[in-house]
Structure formats: structure tokens, C-alpha cells
């Protein structure tokens, strides 16, 4: 079956590095778009990086720009997320996403806290 399972989250203080790591299962990783989403307390679900199927392309909101790197090993079957310069308002629960066509897959979340 297909199993996203996100790791690598946990507490930090403001300014810090953290690196969430998202092991795919049971679908053919390397045909698929991947995301990390965020999901802060009462708010919408926001995505915060993506990268095309090879690699080739990143993309990601302003809010992150130039703090968070997305990058991904198709032989892994794993995708990354690199945070860096983290603020509190990058507090949240990060979710791992494959998308293709009419296929939707979520993993379970990782908390993030941004804290002193």
C-alpha cells in the first residue's frame, strides 16, 4: 500500500536549521510530482515547496524563498525539505505530498516548533 512517512521534525529555536526527510512506499516515486505542505492552528493548509518528478524544477511561496530547500533521490525513494533561518511563524505541522494526475497521496505530518 502507499505509506508517505515524514521524519525529522521537533524543536528549534528561532534562527535554526532543521531537515525533514519523507520515505515513499508502494507507488512509483519517481513518476510523481512531491510537496511539503504546513498546517499551522487555524489556518489553511499552505504548500511550501515542490519539485518535479526528476528534480529538474522547485518552486516555493515567498513566505519561504531563499530559507527552505526542497530536493529529492529518486533511487531513495525519499524527498527532503532543508530549513533554514527558521522563524515562528514557520511553526506548524509539515506534511509530505505526491501528486500525478488523478492520484493524491498525504503522509501523517511531522511537528515543526519554532521556539526560544
Known amino acids: 500500500q502507499v505509506q508517505l512517512v515524514e521524519s525529522g521534525g521537533g524543536l528549534v529555536q528561532p534562527g535554526g536549521s532543521l531537515r525533514l526527510s519523507c520515505a515513499a512506499s508502494?507507488?512509483?516515486?519517481?513518476?510523481?510530482?512531491m510537496n511539503w505542505y504546513r498546517q499551522a492552528p487555524g489556518k489553511e493548509r499552505e504548500l511550501v515547496a515542490h519539485i518535479t518528478s526528476a528534480g529538474g524544477i522547485t518552486n516555493y511561496p515567498d513566505s519561504v524563498k531563499g530559507r527552505f530547500t526542497i530536493s529529492r533521490d529518486n533511487a531513495k525513494n525519499a524527498v527532503y525539505l532543508q530549513m533554514n533561518s527558521l522563524k515562528p511563524e514557520d511553526t506548524a505541522v509539515y506534511y509530505c505530498?505526491?501528486?500525478?494526475?488523478?492520484?493524491?497521496?498525504w503522509g501523517q505530518g511531522t511537528q515543526v516548533t519554532v521556539s526560544s
Open positions: 508502494g507507488f512509483t516515486f519517481s513518476s510523481y510530482f
Open positions: 505530498n505526491a501528486r500525478r494526475r488523478g492520484d493524491d497521496y
